[in-house]
């Protein structure tokens, strides 16, 4: 499958330093990117590091691993600026510092969290604890004042905390503190039962339950060698394309509510629904949740019959088509959206940003076609890519994209699909360490799941990475120099996951 | 301009009534508990399934606070112990109304003298305190043309101070604890605190984490628990109204 991966660790030795950081250097360059960089206690107070990248090749999916100290190693950062966050987080679930690192703020754990504890490390951390508070950049200079917003903000919606420095109205600088959100959810996926694994992924990003468990579910089909059969993929990828449609609708309707174009907040907000009532009848559930199980779909899935469906996404489409081409036309919103929060396609290749973010600056980066699952191989939706980079184009972006999705929803859907069988569990073979890496094109963004279990086949580390995770550092380029009045337009245009970013 | 008008005239009135009836299947709504559920056998192969420890094999009964409606327990005794009905009314109330045991509708509860306080206007201050992001998004759908919250006099206000209480998700992770803990107490008294969702009553599917307190009960004093993961937009208007003493089956308006 051109959507997950298995390597046999027991095959691949770990590399030197200098070899794993001219792995991670040849990461950075045209549609090659780091989809993951996590450690492993892989036995009592020994680590590795492990890095999986791809993309340049579809399905071609690559690591590399290096054995570090218990106490820290060289950051790689300086070669591979897509691992700055990745390192952030190694430090504060794992204690190992990464020497050197640009901006070694915490991440997951704030000023309350005791000292010297790292949750996924079995034996104590070196003392002493490298991690001092949150030390936000200061903007010195005439005229330049701070505005503090949030964790609490003022919508309903998830928290975080935004520190802007401005020379009067323009931003100077952003900086975003996140990990509020943070749950731990990456150490509950070892120890829970098979399906009690595919729930977790399902709150993941509640907006992404689809794309997550998807992703979640191929890597434990792989793991108990339990594929689930074509019917069912066709499935999953009617619900990730109905789950990117109702996300695009609710963000143009987002859009609407922050420009004050009431029209589309209220055509948007009502369609976005209509979407997720979709969803529901496909699955029981507005956000896709029950879709998923190990080795197929849920016994109830689908709960409407394929011709009915074609008939209600024709008439979605229809309105979908008509607000969406009023909105884009109307003079108000292309003045405010028009050259707005601007994300240069360099800065988006140099950051590796991923999705509909990054195909919005010009960055032709996308898992359905880079890593296709079985439902996308022959024929994906038609690309589409833009390259202004503002919020006007990330908005068209979104517009297209649904029809892209429209147009090749019916065609997945003709001819029969019976509901996929789903199979039982399966016992999972014993065949050696291995790591698993699945790969998904969720609405934001591609969706990595990673897995590492041992020669009995138990899970002993599970990595997510969000394309939240990925994209947050966009915002604080496309904002810069922006008024700050345009914050909550630039801010919406890329509508990033908290939780998915915090797990 | 004129096709905006336009569009709104072809798209006339979109606003549910209340009550709305049933929602379409496989929608799980309000568990059906069937007797053979009592049967030793049955509940303990329900519960066997259950991820989150919803139900209890030998008090042989389902919590609401903690299950998330997978309905992996109604496949697993093929519905012959529960059953999910595609009715969005869900028991709400304090922590202990949300255990299941028969086959009784327990209703919510008004509190008394919410009315004579708040008269019929409602405002809220929404926390996501470690959740998803599912129950937020229910929330904010509650404000959109087809819920229409405001119509009953409820809504979400930007600052605590402007509120009446606290609207909260999530199963408090430790990061959000003292923020959720401020923006209680910068609500003038009385206040109340309605939990949504199982993580917020339970802390759900993240229950035992070492980042979460395992719910809001565990922080604040909880008015109103509105189960669900996430609880359907229709469950959050029933709940609350129910709450206010605003029942749907009759003139929720007044
Ligand atoms: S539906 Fe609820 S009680 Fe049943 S298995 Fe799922 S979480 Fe447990």
Same mark, same amino acid.
């Given at each position: 499958?051109?959507?997950?991966?298995?390597?046999?660790?027991?095959?691949?030795?770990?590399?030197?330093?200098?070899?794993?950081?001219?792995?991670? =250097?040849?990461?950075?360059?045209?549609?090659?990117?780091?989809?993951?960089?996590?450690?492993?206690?892989?036995?009592?107070?020994?680590?590795?590091?492990?890095?999986?990248?791809?993309?340049?090749?579809?399905?071609?999916?690559?690591?590399?691993?290096?054995?570090?100290?218990?106490?820290?190693?060289?950051?790689?950062?300086?070669?591979?600026?897509?691992?700055?966050?990745?390192?952030?987080?190694?430090?504060?679930?794992?204690?190992?510092?990464?020497?050197? +690192?640009?901006?070694?703020?915490?991440?997951?754990?704030?000023?309350?969290?005791?000292?010297?504890?790292?949750?996924?490390?079995?034996?104590?951390?070196?003392?002493?604890?490298?991690? =001092?508070?949150?030390?936000?950049?200061?903007?010195?200079?005439?005229?330049?004042?701070?505005?503090?917003?949030?964790?609490?903000?003022?919508?309903?919606?998830?928290?975080?905390?935004? =520190?802007?420095?401005?020379?009067?109205?323009?931003?100077?600088?952003?900086?975003?503190?996140?990990?509020?959100?943070?749950?731990?959810?990456?150490?509950?996926?070892?120890? /829970?039962?098979?399906?009690?694994?595919?729930?977790?992924?399902? /709150?993941? /990003?509640?907006?992404?339950?689809?794309?997550?468990?998807?992703?979640?579910?191929?890597?434990?089909?792989?793991?108990?060698?339990?594929?689930?059969?074509?019917?069912?993929?066709?499935? =999953?990828?009617?619900?990730?394309?109905?789950?990117?449609?109702?996300? +695009?609708?609710?963000?143009?309707?987002?859009?609407?509510?922050?420009?004050?174009?009431?029209?589309?907040?209220?055509?948007?907000?009502?369609?976005?629904?209509?979407?997720?009532?979709?969803?529901?009848?496909?699955?029981?559930?507005?956000?896709?949740?029950?879709?998923?199980?190990?080795?197929?779909?849920?016994?109830?899935?689908?709960?409407?019959?394929?011709?009915?469906?074609?008939?209600?996404?024709?008439?979605?489409?229809?309105?979908?088509?008509?607000?969406?081409?009023?909105?884009?036309?109307?003079?108000?919103?292309?003045?405010?959206?028009?050259?707005?929060?601007?994300?240069?396609?360099?800065?988006?290749?140099?950051?590796?940003?991923?999705?509909?973010?990054?195909?919005?600056?010009?960055?032709?980066?996308?898992?359905?076609?880079?890593?296709?699952?079985?439902?996308?191989?022959?024929?994906?939706?038609?690309?589409?890519?833009?390259?202004?980079?503002?919020?006007?184009?990330?908005?068209?972006?979104?517009?297209?994209?649904?029809?892209?999705?429209?147009?090749?929803?019916?065609?997945?859907?003709?001819?029969?699909?019976?509901?996929?069988?789903?199979?039982?569990?399966?016992?999972?073979?014993?065949?050696?360490?291995?790591?698993?890496?699945?790969?998904?094109?969720?609405?934001?963004?591609?969706?990595?799941?990673?897995?590492?279990?041992?020669?009995?086949?138990?899970?002993?580390?599970?990595?997510?990475?969000?394309?939240?995770?990925?994209?947050?550092?966009?915002?604080?380029?496309?904002?810069?120099?922006?008024?700050?009045?345009?914050?909550?337009?630039?801010?919406?245009?890329?509508?990033?996951?908290?939780?998915?970013?915090?797990? | 301009?004129?096709?905006?008008?336009?569009?709104?005239?072809?798209?006339?009135?979109?606003?549910?009534?209340?009550?709305?009836?049933?929602?379409?299947?496989?929608?799980?709504?309000?568990?059906?508990?069937?007797?053979?559920?009592?049967?030793?056998?049955?509940?303990?192969?329900?519960?066997?399934?259950?991820?989150?420890?919803?139900?209890?094999?030998?008090?042989?009964?389902?919590?609401?606070?903690?299950?998330?409606?997978?309905?992996?327990?109604?496949?697993?005794?093929?519905?012959?112990?529960?059953?999910?009905?595609?009715? #969005?009314?869900? #028991?709400?109330?304090?922590?202990?109304?949300?255990?299941?045991?028969?086959?009784?509708?327990?209703?919510?509860?008004?509190?008394?003298?919410?009315?004579?306080?708040?008269?019929?206007?409602?405002?809220?201050?929404?926390?996501?305190?470690?959740?998803?992001?599912?129950?937020?998004?229910?929330?904010?759908?509650?404000?959109?043309?087809?819920?229409?919250?405001?119509?009953?006099?409820?809504?979400?206000?930007?600052?605590?101070?402007?509120?009446?209480?606290?609207?909260?998700?999530?199963?408090?992770?430790?990061?959000?604890?003292?923020?959720?803990?401020?923006?209680?107490?910068?609500?003038?008294?009385?206040?109340?605190?309605?939990?949504?969702?199982?993580?917020?009553?339970?802390?759900?599917?993240?229950?035992?984490?070492?980042?979460?307190?395992?719910?809001?009960?565990?922080?604040?004093?909880?008015?109103?628990?509105?189960?669900?993961?996430?609880?359907? #937009?229709?469950?959050?208007?029933?709940?609350?109204?129910?709450?206010?003493?605003?029942?749907?089956?009759?003139?929720?308006?007044?």
């Amino acid at each position: 499958m051109h959507c997950v991966h298995t390597f046999e660790l027991g095959k691949s030795a770990p590399r030197t330093e200098e070899a794993f950081r001219a792995f991670l =250097r040849e990461t950075s360059g045209g549609n090659n990117r780091l989809l993951a960089l996590f450690a492993e206690e892989y036995s009592s107070g020994r680590f590795l590091l492990h890095a999986v990248a791809g993309g340049s090749v579809p399905g071609r999916f690559v690591h590399a691993c290096v054995e570090t100290s218990p106490r820290s190693f060289r950051t790689f950062t300086d070669v591979c600026p897509g691992a700055h966050l990745f390192e952030r987080e190694i430090y504060d679930l794992f204690g190992l510092v990464p020497e050197g +690192h640009p901006e070694l703020n915490p991440l997951r754990f704030h000023e309350g969290w005791p000292k010297r504890s790292f949750p996924l490390r079995s034996v104590g951390a070196p003392a002493p604890d490298a991690r =001092r508070g949150y030390r936000f950049l200061q903007v010195r200079g005439e005229g330049i004042h701070e505005v503090a917003v949030g964790p609490v903000h003022a919508g309903v919606i998830e928290p975080g905390h935004f =520190r802007f420095s401005c020379a009067g109205e323009t931003i100077q600088n952003l900086e975003i503190r996140l990990g509020y959100q943070h749950k731990g959810i990456e150490s509950l996926f070892p120890g /829970s039962p098979g399906m009690g694994r595919i729930l977790l992924s399902e /709150s993941i /990003s509640g907006d992404t339950a689809v794309g997550h468990s998807t992703a979640c579910a191929r890597l434990l089909e792989a793991i108990t060698g339990n594929p689930a059969d074509p019917s069912a993929e066709r499935w =999953r990828a009617v619900a990730l394309e109905i789950e990117r449609i109702s996300n +695009h609708c609710g963000d143009l309707g987002g859009l609407s509510t922050d420009i004050g174009y009431l029209f589309g907040a209220a055509h948007f907000g009502r369609l976005r629904g209509a979407a997720l009532n979709l969803l529901l009848k496909i699955t029981g559930n507005r956000f896709g949740r029950g879709l998923n199980r190990i080795g197929g779909i849920g016994p109830r899935v689908p709960g409407i019959a394929q011709e009915e469906l074609i008939a209600a996404l024709g008439s979605l489409r229809a309105e979908v088509e008509s607000v969406g081409a009023t909105m884009l036309d109307a003079p108000s919103v292309v003045a405010r959206m028009e050259g707005t929060g601007r994300l240069l396609s360099r800065t988006a290749a140099t950051l590796q940003f991923v999705g509909m973010a990054a195909r919005a600056s010009g960055r032709d980066v996308d898992a359905r076609r880079d890593f296709p699952s079985p439902a996308y191989v022959e024929a994906p939706p038609a690309k589409v890519l833009l390259d202004a980079g503002d919020v006007m184009a990330r908005a068209g972006v979104r517009v297209m994209e649904m029809r892209a999705s429209f147009d090749w929803l019916p065609g997945v859907l003709t001819g029969a699909i019976p509901p996929g069988t789903i199979a039982t569990e399966g016992n999972a073979p014993a065949a050696g360490r291995r790591l698993i890496v699945s790969v998904e094109e969720g609405w934001r963004g591609e969706i990595v799941h990673a897995a590492i279990v041992d020669d009995e086949s138990r899970i002993t580390r599970f990595k997510v990475v969000d394309p939240s995770f990925r994209n947050w550092p966009g915002l604080l380029f496309a904002v810069q120099k922006n008024v700050i009045s345009d914050f909550p337009v630039c801010n919406k245009s890329f509508n990033l996951s908290y939780s998915g970013a915090d797990l | 301009m004129l096709e905006s008008i336009r569009k709104r005239a072809r798209t006339g009135k979109v606003t549910l009534d209340l009550p709305a009836g049933d929602l379409p299947t496989p929608f799980r709504g309000m568990p059906v508990i069937a007797d053979a559920f009592r049967s030793a056998n049955v509940a303990e192969e329900c519960s066997r399934v259950c991820a989150t420890e919803a139900i209890d094999p030998e008090k042989k009964t389902i919590d609401l606070g903690r299950c998330v409606f997978c309905g992996l327990c109604e496949e697993a005794c093929d519905g012959e112990g529960i059953r999910f009905s595609q009715d #969005p009314r869900l #028991p709400c109330g304090k922590r202990e109304h949300l255990v299941l045991g028969g086959r009784e509708f327990p209703t919510v509860k008004a509190a008394p003298d919410l009315r004579s306080l708040l008269g019929r206007s409602l405002h809220l201050r929404e926390v996501s305190a470690g959740g998803c992001n599912g129950c937020d998004l229910e929330a904010q759908a509650l404000g959109n043309p087809i819920f229409d919250l405001q119509r009953f006099g409820i809504d979400f206000v930007a600052s605590p101070r402007h509120a009446d209480g606290l609207l909260v998700t999530g199963p408090v992770s430790k990061n959000m604890r003292e923020a959720l803990v401020k923006t209680y107490e910068a609500i003038a008294e009385p206040r109340i605190v309605i939990a949504i969702g199982a993580c917020a009553a339970s802390g759900g599917i993240f229950r035992g984490s070492y980042a979460v307190e395992n719910g809001v009960g565990a922080v604040l004093p909880v008015a109103l628990f509105i189960p669900g993961c996430p609880p359907h #937009p229709l469950t959050l208007l029933y709940g609350i109204l129910g709450f206010l003493g605003r029942s749907p089956e009759k003139n929720p308006r007044r």
